[in-house]
């Protein structure tokens, strides 16, 4: 499976990453925060047939290019349930709660993804866990065959998401945090913002994780 992360044109929102069956050239696309000239040329340079736009969660940052990428690549859309009225909510999006002066063109799942769900495309498969805690409906997707993890912002470098927004709880997120150190050996994690790091780095470094234990 080829990683092609594609750093957002703007810092307020996600990274995203185009994940790329070889063989077959099937894809998928994990939060489509902005859908601009970034992402449409890594897409379009790769050749990839994107099949999923896949969601960790609803927030706005995650969510905004939502319509553009469904309309550009003819991919489904996929979401946590718990978090599918992000997707046509400014309050539940959190744009109320930042001031965004942005239009958000409402969707609708085609697929509702849940905790031990497989999403396959072509020969690979990312595993869902649900990792509630910054949203209800935050997930993280997990390969196990190239062990990385898309965390989205349930677990970043040396921190964790946020619980302040609307549906956040910390004691979700603790929750969350400890079944992701649980998974047996290291994996590589791609979060949401900032920089890539590993479970063994969180497991001995990470600030929250240090004050739950």
């Known amino acids: 499976m080829k990683i092609i992360p594609v750093i957002p044109e703007h810092e307020a929102f996600a990274n995203s990453y185009l994940l790329i069956d070889e063989p077959t050239g099937e ?11 970034n992402a449409r040329n890594a897409i379009k340079n790769s050749g990839a047939d994107v ?22 690549l003819g991919a489904k859309i996929a979401i946590h349930p718990a978090d ?34 497989i999403i396959r495309f072509g020969d690979s498969e990312l595993k869902v866990m649900h990792t509630p805690g910054h949203t209800p409906g935050g997930v993280c997707f997990i390969s196990e065959s190239e062990r990385v993890i898309f965390s989205g912002d349930t677990l970043f470098h040396s921190t964790a998401g ?50 739950m234990k």
């Open 84 to 117: 599918e009225r992000c997707l046509s909510s400014r309050l539940y999006s959190l744009m109320d709660m930042f001031g965004v002066d942005a239009e958000l063109i409402p969707e609708k799942a085609d697929v509702l993804i849940n905790d031990g769900d």
């Open 162 to 211: 946020r619980t302040d927004g609307v549906g956040g709880d910390f004691d979700e997120l603790c929750d969350s945090l400890r079944k992701l150190i649980s998974l047996d050996g290291n994996y590589t994690v791609y979060p949401g913002h900032s920089i890539a790091t590993d479970l063994d780095h969180e497991r001995k470094r990470n600030f929250i994780i240090r004050r």
């Open 51 to 72: 099949k999923y736009i896949l969601h960790t969660h609803g927030h706005f940052d995650h969510i905004l290019g939502t319509h553009h990428a469904k309309e550009a």
């Open 27 to 37: 894809a998928v696309y994990i939060d489509p925060g902005c859908f601009l000239d």
